[in-house]
């Protein structure tokens, strides 16, 4: 979503005839478009906003028009999340903040900065913000500046009304909006034009998608529509959201990609029941044996989060039990890590040690690198269309990757291929993480 995000502020900042540069060294404006998931993040951030002082400091090329060190803006989550403690931290020099909802007053927030006769005319120790958030914005008007290639992705809905207790989005992003459908296609439509083969319907709660009498099925029929656009993937779902109607469309419709991100967070009844998650596990469990009942060959993935607050050891067995029952093709990870603000936060203690955590999370892994493995070695021997989207690694500059429908990532060596092609492969080796596979047609 943040990427998605940068590319709508692109568009804003160009329309208002700002222009791009390719490095922080030769900009006079320097945007940082932040997250507040984990703690981690808010780590970086300070320490990219040193970063830029430094350089510009210690005589790094500086071509700025005024010769001045530049504005720095903080964006994003964060921004609306720690807007106090980025305000008064003296130590931290930056001049304005935006919030999720606030990119079209970019421009103003930059004048605001500059002040009425160019910069360094306003007190610079006022920092200016604007962290509203909105009930109607959706940035509809907006067509994101991208990079041209292979996929895009496409915001269909913002906001969130879920609570989940851990998390920190319905405050610093709002409450559920979604597009019209008509606004969805023609966006697709562009991006068909322009070139694109794989669209990725974004949203918080992406499945919770409803515009007037349409919901989130019927957006997917009418996205794959496009002519043009080979496949359409969806991110991030809540497993409340899965009607047979919409797992039905997957089913049925050749460009819906057979994959399901179906995010767990615990296995263990008390704790998502703390999680405020809205299902039990064996709700959860009844859902992702229907998925694969209705929709045969489907890879699914998940979230898990360990060490969330009280959880014993006994009920992180019961997250490795899960695993193990619904056998994910892949995991995504995490350790709890109190977000300022959140329900959770002022609820309840983060009183799981911190080594405890880290021993959770590395078996997690283990069992999920084993299951993860076994799943890809059943691939050896089949058949996969797969839509090339990078070239190069480290090791070999010919590597081309793509991924498989259920989202498999695929390498395969040269051939003369290009990015956006579909090349049908045949897979003839597997890790936890990657299948590698040698071109059939
Ligand atoms: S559904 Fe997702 S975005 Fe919404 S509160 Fe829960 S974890 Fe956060």
Redesign the pocket.
Known sequence: MNSYDSELVRSILVKAKYALVPSEDEADVVLLNTCAIREHAHQKVYNRVHEIHQKRRSGHKDTTSQGHKPLIGILGCMATNLRTELLGNRRLDIDFIAGPDSYKRLPALIRECLGDEGRGTRDERRKIFDVTLSEFETYSDVYPRRERGVNAWLAVMRG?????T?????YT?GRERSRSVENVVEETRQLAADGFKQVTLLG??VNSYHCEDRDFADLLEAVSGVEGIERVRFT?P?PKDFPDKLLEVVARNPKVCKHIHL?L?SGSNRILGLMD?TYTREEFTALADKIRRLIPGVALSTDVIVGFCTETDAEFEETLAVLRAVNFDSAFTFKYSERKGTIAGRKFKDDVPEAIKTERIVRLNELQKEISLKKNRAHIGKTHEILLENKGSKHSPEVLYGRADGNHLVTLDGGGWALGESVKVRVIDASPNVLKGVAIS
Do not use: G, T
């Not at 969130?160 to 989940?164: D, E, H, L, V």
């Open positions: 969130c009304n879920n609570f989940c851990f998390c920190v989005v319905p992003r918080q709660n991030s809540h995010p967070q998650r």
